[in-house]
């Protein structure tokens, strides 16, 4: 990090502390806290750490206001039409555009380590067939750490980059044997010859009994998925990551632990929710019911797929997938989807109503992806497994760079105790 270029003054009461700032390449400057327990005998307080910067980083930079995304620089939206899933994934991991023959490298290594140990297969059976796909995620990637022994010792650069490519390469066949498993088919074993998109609806969608091809289109849509939501900041998820590394844990039980925070509906659960609500409001006409709803502060009621900690503009991702959407629905000949017919009039009425408008509440990610993705023939429980899927290498990245990092120590926030202080214990004859 760059020497300190202004200082923040604090007073508390008669005294006064000199706070470094540091400046960012982007972004707002931060102030450094870290001595002012030390100095003032204080703690700082930002419970869900709106104003709180946990980390540096130089993978992904966000623009809330702008409603801009980079990794590594290049913007979401030019990557999301000029590259791929597994370029992105390099330049996440490696920080820069790979040439063509270190692309052809990668691309070897991931698809050569896409099918997971044949004792693993044992997990999925231990599991009811009703088990939400997310459960089951998180349970077989936490057994990856039964398994990859070779690629634990996180002190050793190669073995780190060697879990970062088995998880990058295995999320997919997990993903789509936990769908499987689901539907009581058979599983589909990956396959060399099919790229990383195709691969992962061929192990979906085929089935033993006919030919299955995959369609182009679709396959693009996938990739253009994988690609939006591949990496985004120090969000809850990335941060579980990160605070579950930080005490050197297992790699593949830390992931397990990002998927386990991703499944939430307040975070990746938004786009089976979403979608959900979107079938709940069933047709236009029953848009303003639920906007009532939502701007009522004693019915616990949000639009899914609306609001976004850092964006107060649109999410970048959104309009993307808002494109893909037409695109997909168009392909698969499905005219006047009532589905997205009703989320453009959500997003037409919502963006009017000035309680959206002031408190910045826009679309984000997981507002049209799930359309896309049911359209696609998802069912909503398999939504979250794919943006785990697609996540996976955000925070193998995030992981490798805390890893890399020497100012990486443990995580451990303090508190505001507002409990009682101490007193005496009291025998049971005497309460
Ligand atoms: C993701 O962090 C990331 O980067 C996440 C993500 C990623 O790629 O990793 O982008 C992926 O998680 C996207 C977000 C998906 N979640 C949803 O769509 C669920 C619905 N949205 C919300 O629950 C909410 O907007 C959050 C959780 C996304 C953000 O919440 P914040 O920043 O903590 O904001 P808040 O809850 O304090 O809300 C601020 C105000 C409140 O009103 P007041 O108390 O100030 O009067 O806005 C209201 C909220 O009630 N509000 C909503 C709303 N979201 C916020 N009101 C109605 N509908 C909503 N969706």
């Known amino acids: ?21 540091h400046s960012p390449t982007a972004g707002p400057d931060v102030i450094d806290i870290r001595k002012l327990y030390g100095q003032a005998g204080v703690f700082t307080y930002d419970p869900g750490f709106t104003s709180t910067a946990s980390c540096d980083s130089t993978i992904t930079f966000i623009d809330g206001e702008k409603g801009e ?42 698809t050569r380590h896409t099918m997971i140990h044949e004792q693993m297969v044992n997990f ?21 750490a039964a398994f990859y022994h070779d690629s634990t ?5 190669r073995q780190r980059e060697i879990a970062s490519h088995r998880l990058i390469a295995k999320m997919p066949t997990i993903a789509a044997w936990a769908y499987k498993y689901s539907i009581g088919q058979p599983f589909v074993y990956p396959r060399n010859d099919l790229d990383y998109a195709a691969n992962f609806l061929h192990m979906c969608f085929s089935v033993p009994a006919e030919e299955y091809v995959v369609d182009p289109i679709l396959s693009r849509a996938m990739d253009r998925i994988f690609t939006l939501h591949a990496d985004h900041e120090q969000n809850a998820s990335t941060s579980t990551v990160r605070l579950a590394s930080s005490s050197g844990a297992n790699p593949f039980a830390c992931i397990a632990a990002g998927i386990a925070c991703l499944w939430g509906p307040a975070h990746g659960g938004a786009n089976q929710a979403c979608l959900e609500m979107l079938k709940q409001i069933g047709s236009p006409e029953n848009i303003p019911e639920y906007i009532a709803r939502a701007k009522d502060k004693n019915d616990p009621f949000r639009l899914m797929g609306f609001g976004h900690r850092v964006y107060k503009n649109f999410d970048p991702r959104a309009k993307v997938m808002k494109q893909s959407a037409d695109e997909v629905l168009d392909l698969m000949g499905i005219e006047n989807n009532p589905i997205l017919a009703t989320a453009k009039a959500l997003e037409e009425a919502a963006l009017k109503d000035e309680y959206f408008t002031e408190k910045k509440l826009f679309p984000n990610v997981d507002f049209y992806s799930g359309i896309i993705l049911e359209a696609m023939g998802f069912p909503t429980s398999m939504f979250t497994p794919i943006f785990a899927l697609s996540r996976t290498v955000g925070w193998v990245s995030q992981w490798k760079e805390m890893l890399n990092d020497p100012q990486n120590k443990i995580g451990r926030p303090r508190q505001l105790y507002l409990g009682e202080t101490a007193r005496d214990y009291v025998d049971i004859e005497n309460r």
Request: proline letters at 7%; a negative charge.
């Open 1 to 21: 990090m760059a020497e300190p270029t202004k200082t923040a003054k604090l007073t508390i009461g008669e005294q006064a502390f000199d706070l470094p700032i």
């Open 124 to 144: 999925f059976r231990g599991f009811r067939r009703d088990a939400h796909p997310m459960a089951i995620m998180v349970g077989v990637v936490g057994a990856m």
């Open 153 to 157: 010792d996180i002190s050793d650069p």
């Open 69 to 110: 995304l980079l990794h590594r620089g290049y913007p979401i939206d030019q990557l999301a039409s000029k590259s791929h899933y597994l370029e992105v994934c390099f330049l996440l991991l490696y920080g820069y555009l790979p040439k063509a023959e270190e692309l052809e490298t990668f691309e070897g290594t991931i």
